[in-house]
């Protein structure tokens, strides 16, 4: 009886410990498959999960044998023997657990299949469970990823829409500050260069001015010197009364008279001239038609600049500084690209915005007002000419 009794609660020991070994393997194997091992942790936890059955299960016959006053040492063994030995659902109906052919367990086998039953589908519970979570772990992952990328990227967006808009904001301000320079260095060029010129027609035409009062003064002492009294000779007083003669014998006579050479020829014995009479030709009711083509309109051509007439403008030195300075300041606002199209259009070689506008300038005037050679042979002619013309008037007179 003692040793029943030993025998009883050395199972009942076992069956604790069995117990709590296969709670603690259920919960590590819980644990495992909420961290995320896979279906590795999932079979471990099946296993455990299945262990605490056959410990149950076995906890369970042992007390009822007891009941029945049958000792419990023969259904003592590990929970994998046991595990084989319960059948599944639907399955033939399990062995006595004595070899002596006691009496059959078959109430305890189909409570073992219900509890079963319902722990495999708290696991499947369980597994669903954890792997839902896991989605909605890894989603929520997957978006907080997701937004901080997109926030990255529009930062990064926005950084170079900055960057270009600086990049832009400071070519328009060097761009304003060379278009500025340039025109202070224009108009400083071009100031320097009305002063020259100024000082250079201020020169000119004071020495036009001497040369022409030079001129005047040289013209009116021989007008004086040919006007001056001269002596009077014996052949100069005939000529004069043969003149005066003349002019009385020919003062009451006028043009018409004066052509006259004799009395009209006449002519004897020639027999009269008969001319035939005159017709007048019938006008046709047909009109007649014309072979001639008819007149076009002659396509108008562009004057060449070779044979182009000249400005008519301020005659003389004054007068082309003006137009030259007219066209520098109309070309000191033209862009560069412009200026080199002017160039090659008018033929003349581009080197630098500044020269160029010097170079058209001085090519426009010399086309407009011809070569300074041309300008002063012609200054040249003209005093002649005037010079010519005093001495004549003053010998006249």
């Known amino acids: 009886m003692v040793r029943c009794r030993d025998t009883m609660s050395v199972a009942t020991m076992e069956e604790e410990t069995m117990t709590v070994a296969g709670a603690a393997g259920i919960t590590t194997a819980i644990g495992t498959l909420a961290a995320g091992s896979g279906a590795t942790a999932a079979i471990a936890a099946m296993v455990a999960i299945g262990r605490l059955v056959v410990t149950v299960l076995a906890a369970d016959m042992s007390t009822e044998l007891q009941g029945s006053g049958r000792p419990p040492a023969s259904i003592a063994g590990s929970p994998d023997t046991m595990l084989t030995s319960v059948p599944c659902h639907g399955g033939t109906k399990g062995r006595s657990a004595t070899d002596d052919g006691g009496e059959s367990s078959e109430p305890p086998i189909g409570v073992l299949e219900t509890k079963v039953a319902e722990i495999g589908k708290s696991v499947a519970a369980v597994c669903q469970y954890v792997e839902v979570e896991k989605q909605k772990k890894a989603a929520k992952e997957r978006r907080k990823v997701e937004k901080k990328q997109a926030e990255e990227r529009v930062a990064a967006e926005l950084a170079e829409a900055e960057l270009k808009k600086k990049k832009k904001a400071e070519k328009a301000r060097k761009e304003a500050e060379r278009n500025e320079e340039i025109r202070k260095c224009l108009d400083i060029k071009l100031a320097l260069r009305a002063g020259e010129l100024r000082d250079e027609v201020r020169e000119d035409v004071w020495q036009e001015i001497h040369v022409a009062i030079g001129e005047l003064c040289t013209a009116v002492a021989r007008g004086k010197q040919a006007a001056g009294p001269t002596m009077a000779t014996a052949g100069s007083g005939a000529s004069s009364s043969k003149t005066d003669e003349i002019n009385l014998r020919t003062r009451d006579l006028c043009i018409t008279d004066k052509t006259k050479r004799g009395l009209e020829p006449t002519l004897e014995g020639s027999p009269p001239m008969e001319l035939p ?89 010399r086309v407009a007002y011809g070569s300074d050679d041309e300008d002063e042979a012609t200054s040249d002619i003209g005093g002649a000419e005037d010079t010519t013309k005093d001495q004549e008037d003053v010998s006249s007179t």
């Open 277 to 365: 009479p005159k017709r007048t030709p019938r006008r046709s009711g047909r009109l007649a038609r014309t072979r001639g083509n008819a007149l076009k309109t002659p396509t108008p051509k562009k004057t060449p600049p070779s044979i182009r007439k000249k400005t008519p403008a301020a005659i003389g030195i004054v007068g082309r500084l003006r137009f030259e300075k007219k066209v520098m300041n109309g070309l000191k606002n033209l862009d560069a690209l412009v200026l080199q199209n002017i160039c090659k259009d008018e033929g003349i070689a581009y080197y630098s915005k500044f020269e160029s506008i010097f170079d058209i300038a001085a090519h426009r005037t």
